[in-house]
Each structure stands twice: as structure tokens, then as C-alpha cells.
T-cell receptor, first 116, second 110 residues
Framework: EAGVAQSPRYKIIEKRQSVAFWCNPISGHATLYWYQQILGQGPKLLIQFQNNGVVDDSQLPKDRFSAERLKGVDSTLKIQPAKLEDSAVYLC??????????????FGSGTQLSVL | TQLLEQSPQFLSIQEGENLTVYCNSSSVFSSLQWYRQEPGEGPVLLVTVVTGGEVKKLKRLTFQFGDARKDSSLHITAAQPGDTGLYLCAGGAAGNKLTFGGGTRVLVKP
């Protein structure tokens, strides 16, 4: 079974520039998550979609971050404008069901963003 | 906000030794998951525990969920270099909103 695909793997930009990340979840998975993982820390949830609806975006810095999940499949996460503190690995994950507790998350390999 | 604290932050041991990683919170979780993350990859689920006092074994790994469902531990017996990685615990609440701990970086030297 194909896993969660993310691109690009690496991105280097200067502060105040824009950047976008793409995620293709496992086919048939209803829920999609974007996490931010700063070096030396655990992942922090940015946004959670169920199909194409947002379930939780309470920790998404909405003044600069945006995300969408078109047709309930692929998703993009955008940062505009980027700040130095946005340097992190951005992980996409998906799960089969509707977010019941204990459900298994499948993670992609992540996009490593460096903001200079 | 539910917080999970993991200890120690870093552990370096020799092959064949045992190790224990702890995950603690002041909050009660519906479930607790353990993931392992290798450099350049996303976390991979090792186990999910849902019942207070539950113990699960996965080969040389033993996972325990505290009776009050506020803490958990991961014990590795006779560690091997392949066990090297970042171990993350994650507590689940309603809607599968996972809160991750800060992780324990384990290095097993041959």
C-alpha cells in the first residue's frame, strides 16, 4: 500500500518569502493532519481535516498560515510571509476513520523548511 | 491544554543493555500511543494502549499505561542498534486530537 506522499522534501527560503507544501494521503483515508515539528521537539498539530472540512485549526497561525484540502483528497499548506521561527519539519499524516481515539496515524516523511 | 512530558530527553546505552522511557501528564487521556521516528522520516506507530494498567509487549519492547491513564512507560530489553531513534508518546482525547510529548532520543551503540 502506498504511504503518505509529501513534497518537496527540502525547502530553503528567505524570511518574508512564501512557500507551499503538498500532501497526498493514503487513498480512502478520511482524516488528514498537518503537524509542525521544530528541532528537538515533538510534533504540534496545526490543522486537522475530515474529508474537506476543518475539524481543528486552533494552533494554526492564521495571519500567515493557510491550508486547504481540495475534494477531500490532496492538501496544501502555505506560509506567507515566512518568519525565521517557521524553520521546522512539516509533517502530513492521515487516518482511515473519523478521528476516534486510538486510531492509527500514518505519517509522511515530511518537508524540512529552513528560513534564512 | 494537555501536556505530555517525556524523560529522559536523551539516552545513550550500549548494545545489550536495558532502558526505560517515561511519559507523564497531569491530564487523563483516552488512549496513549508510542511512535518511533528515525532521522528524515515521519513517526511510525508502535503501539496504542487504552485501558488503565494495560501492558502490551512487542518483541523486546514492553509498554505500560498507568492505572489513572495519566502516564506511560516504554521498556526495551537487550537494546540493539536498530532501536536507535526518537521515541514519542502521544495522548489521545476526543476527536483523536493527539498531543505529542517532546520525545526521547535513544542511541544504542554497538
Amino acid at each position: 500500500e502506498a504511504g503518505v506522499a509529501q513534497s518537496p522534501r527540502y525547502k530553503i527560503i528567505e524570511k518574508r518569502q512564501s512557500v507551499a507544501f503538498w500532501c497526498n494521503p493514503i487513498s480512502g483515508h478520511a482524516t488528514l493532519y498537518w503537524y509542525q515539528q521544530i528541532l528537538g521537539q515533538g510534533p504540534k498539530l496545526l490543522i486537522q481535516f475530515q474529508n474537506n472540512g476543518v475539524v481543528d485549526d486552533s494552533q494554526l497561525p492564521k495571519d500567515r498560515f493557510s491550508a486547504e484540502r481540495l475534494k477531500g483528497v490532496d492538501s496544501t499548506l502555505k506560509i506567507q510571509p515566512a518568519k525565521l521561527e517557521d524553520s521546522a519539519v512539516y509533517l502530513c499524516a492521515s487516518s482511515l476513520g473519523w478521528g476516534s481515539f486510538g486510531e492509527k496515524l500514518f505519517f509522511g516523511s515530511g518537508t524540512q523548511l529552513s528560513v534564512l | 491544554t494537555q501536556l505530555l512530558e517525556q524523560s529522559p530527553q536523551f539516552l545513550s546505552i550500549q548494545e545489550g543493555e536495558n532502558l526505560t522511557v517515561y511519559c507523564n501528564s497531569s491530564s487523563v487521556f483516552s488512549s496513549l500511543q508510542w511512535y518511533r521516528q528515525e532521522p528524515g522520516e515521519g513517526p511510525v506507530l508502535l503501539v496504542t494502549v487504552v485501558t488503565g494498567g494495560e501492558v502490551k509487549k512487542l518483541k523486546r519492547l514492553t509498554f505500560q499505561f498507568g492505572d489513572a491513564r495519566k502516564d506511560s512507560s516504554l521498556h526495551i530489553t537487550a537494546a540493539q542498534p536498530g532501536d536507535t531513534g526518537l521515541y514519542l508518546c502521544a495522548g489521545g482525547a476526543a476527536g483523536n486530537k493527539l498531543t505529542f510529548g517532546g520525545g526521547t532520543r535513544v542511541l544504542v551503540k554497538p
